[in-house]
């Protein structure tokens, strides 16, 4: 027989009282025989024939049945005589080992439970790690495939939060020039393609895209913008100014001020 501990655990408080009152023979045989319980498989539970518990106790059958019947009628100890074997049982030990076996599952499962946790964050992080591959590679061919989508009547395409592309038509930039003729349309548009590049986390929905465009032109527009379109305004503006000082030089300015003003 084998077993992993080396001893049991002895309550001596408990032995005091629970055997203060009974002959010294009594403890002898009792402390023997639990020793003996201890050694089984089934911890704490022994059955075997008189003959053999007289071997245990090393006295003679007669003297052992009544040292058995003493133990079970004290309640010292669960026994019960069938036929020739005599079964014998410490409920104190096979409540210790019961709690011994339950804890030793416990901890199985825990081990289990945190390796498994362990394989599962690792997979997760070779996720992640594939995922942002992919991402750089879809980010790749976005860069790659503009002049294609251009081909294919469409400007530019934002990524959006899915990772999927949102294609923005070349009809679309007429649209944006008349409502913000002073924002260089295609460079914003090119500027918020980079915009969702470097930021993922912040990447519009498809039903919100729209919205992004125009609160991103409508606040270049109302900045005084940025492009030829302006510049254009400007030059226009000097040339008027220029054609007026010129019919002013020609016509005298009281000439123009007056009620036949001149028509331009």
Same mark, same amino acid.
């Given at each position: ?22 002959? +010294? ?31 245990? +106790? ?46 030793? +599952? ?9 390796k498994s946790n ?54 679309? +930039?007429?649209?944006?020039? &008349? ?24 990447? &519009?929905?498809?039903? @919100? ?14 900045? @005084? ?11 226009n503006k000097t ?9 002013? &030089? =020609?016509?005298? =300015? ?11």
């Amino acid at each position: 027989m084998s077993w992993k501990a080396p001893a049991f655990q002895f309550y001596v408080m408990d032995w005091a009282m629970d055997l203060s009152s009974h002959p +010294l023979e009594i403890e002898g045989a009792w402390i023997r025989i639990m020793c003996h319980l201890f050694r089984e498989n089934n911890r704490g539970k022994k059955e075997c024939s008189l003959i053999e518990w007289s071997r245990i +106790l090393r006295t003679d059958e007669i003297n052992t049945e009544r040292i058995l019947r003493y133990l079970v009628t004290k309640n010292i100890a669960n026994i019960t005589f069938n036929n020739k074997l005599i079964t014998v049982v410490s409920r104190r030990m096979m409540r210790d080992n019961k709690d011994r076996i339950n804890n030793a +599952l416990r901890q199985t499962k825990y081990r289990e439970s945190k390796k498994s946790n362990k394989e599962i964050t690792e997979e997760a992080q070779n996720n992640n790690i594939a995922s942002s591959s992919s991402s750089s590679s879809s980010s790749s061919k976005e860069c790659v495939s503009e002049d294609t989508l251009v081909a294919n009547d469409v400007f530019i395409a934002l990524t959006l939060n899915t990772g999927k592309l949102y294609d923005i038509p070349k009809s679309d +930039l007429e649209i944006y020039r &008349k409502l913000y003729p002073a924002v260089d349309i295609e460079q914003e548009l090119r500027n918020m393609k980079g915009w969702c590049y470097s930021n993922p986390e912040k990447r &519009k929905t498809r039903t @919100g895209i729209k919205a992004f465009i125009t609160r991103w032109l409508s606040k270049e527009q109302n900045k @005084g913008g940025n492009n030829i379109n302006k510049k254009a305004i400007l030059n226009n503006k000097t040339i008027l100014d220029q054609t007026l000082e010129d019919i002013q &030089k =020609e016509y005298g =300015e009281d000439d123009i001020n007056s009620d036949n003003e001149v028509s331009l």
